[in-house]
Structures are given as structure tokens and as C-alpha cells.
């Protein structure tokens, strides 16, 4: 099971951090990434981790603005989101794997807003 | 980045018949093709990776196909639980990139 949490109304320019619960699998094991869909429309990946951190990739939309992490320990994902923008609105997916991703969380709604 | 294109946006439909959607990528790349499927309300589910292997549970009625730049997501007889999103994904480079979905409604 993923289980995401934190999002929540913003205003431009505010920061945000998204955790990602997982359970019911080794989660030390798996690479995890950052889905996003904006609402209507379509899906976009945000970024990646490997299983041990070792590597981190990101969206060009928001390279510098967001960090990705994650607590082995704690069987937890996180993606720090700084300096949002309206576009950043969306619900955010953690999604387990990388070849492909075979297993999403049910999401949490960012919204941005003055 | 790879940019990946799917046909038709919307697919219209009646239950029992076949439904075919396409998927083509800017650049060629080997089988590292997945298709997802959404319906509203609910996170994508995996239904073929690999460009035509089932994931785990899903029904045979699913079958994926293709290559190089050309790939297709059969629904050889479509039940009512299956009208949704359905989006492919390239997990080949990085970034990984998702084509914009074709909905697949009832007739």
C-alpha cells in the first residue's frame, strides 16, 4: 500500500512537503518516483529516486524547485516542493518502481492559490 | 525527451466490440513500453509493460503489441468495467514520458 499526504491549499511562491507511506512490501528494495496530473488532464512524471538514494532525477518543469527523498527506515517518500507556482497544481502520485512503475498511491491534491 | 502521441483522443465504443489504441514515440526504443489505465477518481493501474506482457491479474481480453516507434493496446472485447483513460508510457530515457491518454467511452 502508498499512501501520500501533506498536500493542502498554497499560495504562489510557498513551499510544501509531500510524504508517501509504504507498507505491505520491502520498501528499501524498490526505486520510487513522483507522478503528477493536473486536473483534466494528462499524466507527468516529476521525479525519480533510487532504492538506496544513490540517484535522483527530475522533470525539467521542476528541477531546482522540488527534492525528492526517502527514509528507508521509515518505509517513507518525500518531495520537498519549493517556490510553487500555479502550474505545480495537481494531485501527486507516488508510484513504486521503475521499469515500469507497477504500483500508485491513490494521490494528494495540491492546490495553488492567493 | 521522448514525446509520445496517442490516437484517437476519445474512442467510441459498444460493449463487446474491439477497441484499439496506438501509441507512437518521437524516437525509436526498444520494448520499455507500459499502458496504464484510469478511471476517474482512481490512481492508473498497470496493465502491459514491456510493450506486450500483462501485468499481474489483469485479463487476457488485454493485449499489447508493437516496436521501434509504433505500438498498440488491444481490447479484444470490451467489458463495461473497462471504458476509462488509458495513457502509455515510455520508461526507456529519462525523463520518462507519459502520452496525453485516449478515453475510451461507451457508443
Known amino acids: 500500500q502508498l499512501v501520500e499526504s501533506g498536500g493542502g491549499l498554497v499560495k504562489p511562491g510557498g513551499s510544501l512537503r509531500l510524504s508517501c507511506a509504504a507498507s505491505?512490501?520491502?520498501?528499501?528494495?524498490?526505486?520510487m518516483n513522483w507522478v503528477r496530473q493536473a486536473p483534466g488532464k494528462g499524466l507527468e512524471w516529476v521525479s525519480f529516486i533510487s532504492s538506496s538514494s544513490t540517484y535522483k532525477y527530475y522533470a525539467d518543469s521542476v528541477k531546482g524547485r522540488f527534492t525528492i527523498s526517502r527514509d528507508n527506515a521509515r518505509n517513507s517518500l518525500y518531495l520537498q516542493i519549493n517556490s510553487l507556482r500555479a502550474e505545480d497544481a495537481a494531485v501527486y502520485y507516488c508510484a513504486r518502481g521503475s521499469s515500469p512503475p507497477d504500483f500508485w498511491g491513490q494521490g494528494t491534491l495540491v492546490t495553488v492559490s492567493s | 525527451e521522448i514525446v509520445m502521441t496517442q490516437s484517437p483522443a476519445t474512442l467510441s465504443v459498444s460493449p463487446g466490440e474491439r477497441a484499439t489504441l496506438s501509441c507512437r514515440a518521437s524516437?525509436?526504443?526498444?520494448?520499455?513500453l507500459a499502458w496504464y489505465q484510469q478511471k476517474p477518481g482512481q490512481a492508473p493501474r498497470l496493465l502491459i509493460y514491456?510493450?506486450?506482457t500483462r501485468a499481474t491479474g489483469i485479463p487476457a481480453r488485454f493485449s499489447g503489441s508493437g516496436s521501434g516507434t509504433e505500438f498498440t493496446l488491444t481490447i479484444s472485447s470490451l467489458q463495461s468495467e473497462d471504458f476509462a483513460v488509458y495513457y502509455c508510457q515510455q520508461y526507456n530515457n529519462w525523463p520518462y514520458t507519459f502520452g496525453q491518454g485516449t478515453k475510451v467511452e461507451t457508443k
Open positions: 524516437q525509436s526504443f526498444s520494448n520499455n
Open positions: 505491505g512490501f520491502t520498501f528499501s528494495a524498490y526505486n
Open positions: 514491456g510493450a506486450s
